[in-house]
Every structure is written in structure tokens, then in C-alpha cells.
């Protein structure tokens, strides 16, 4: 089992920027991708960016697209998310994910099998 962890959440004003960290110390972490998820109290957890476990192709949710930055460091067991243009509706927790096979990278999160604990997000108007 893959134990990921999250950083980097914190407050920050609509229109600024934060980078999260999502480490891992397992060294097949390089084999996955590995997805970002966020979630609001009373909602589903819903799917932001993803990135394969080469780092050559991302994806995106639609509401990110231009504003989030998906990247790894496999040397580093890292995967960051840079937020950018920050909203105040990208306020969530937001979990780094791995999916239960090697090589791929899904955008569903019934994909995933391994979470982290998560980081709060909190964007003020």
C-alpha cells in the first residue's frame, strides 16, 4: 500500500497562489499516476488534475484548466499541484490519490486505491 502524504494547503486571498505537495515513500510511486482530487463538506470528492507516471501527459477538471499546474518529481517521490488565480469556489480539502494499477491514470475516483490524508484549501474572498 502506497502511503501518500499532502502539503502545502493553507488561507490565501481570491487571486493568489499556493502549491501543494503530495509525497510518498514507497519507491513504485514512479509506476503510478496520480490523481488530485478535492472535496466540500456535503459533496461528492470531485476530480481536478492527473498526471501519468511519466509526467509527458496531464489532464484537467474543467473549472482548473489554466489556473492548475500538474507536475512530478520522480527522483523526489513528489507530485505537486500549483493553484494559481485562486477562487473562491476552489475552497476544499484536497487529497492526492494513486489508482490500483501501475501505468495508468484514471480521471474517476472509484480509480484509486491509495489516499492521502489530505490538505485544506481555503480561498478568501
Known amino acids: 500500500q502506497v502511503q501518500l502524504v499532502e502539503s502545502g494547503g493553507g488561507l490565501v486571498q481570491a487571486g493568489g497562489s499556493l502549491r501543494l505537495s503530495c509525497a510518498a515513500s514507497?519507491?513504485?510511486?514512479?509506476?503510478?499516476?496520480v490523481g488530485w482530487f478535492r472535496q466540500v463538506p456535503g459533496k461528492e470528492r470531485d476530480f481536478v488534475a492527473a498526471i501519468t507516471w511519466s509526467g509527458d501527459t496531464t489532464y484537467y477538471a474543467d473549472s482548473v484548466k489554466g489556473r492548475f499546474t500538474i507536475s512530478r518529481d520522480n527522483a523526489k517521490n513528489t507530485v505537486y499541484l500549483q493553484m494559481d488565480t485562486l477562487k473562491p469556489e476552489d475552497t476544499a480539502v484536497y487529497y492526492c490519490a494513486v489508482p490500483y494499477n501501475y501505468y495508468r491514470v484514471y480521471v474517476r475516483k472509484d480509480d484509486y486505491k491509495s489516499w492521502g490524508q489530505g490538505t485544506q484549501v481555503t480561498v478568501s474572498s
Open positions: 514507497d519507491r513504485t510511486f514512479s509506476r503510478y499516476g
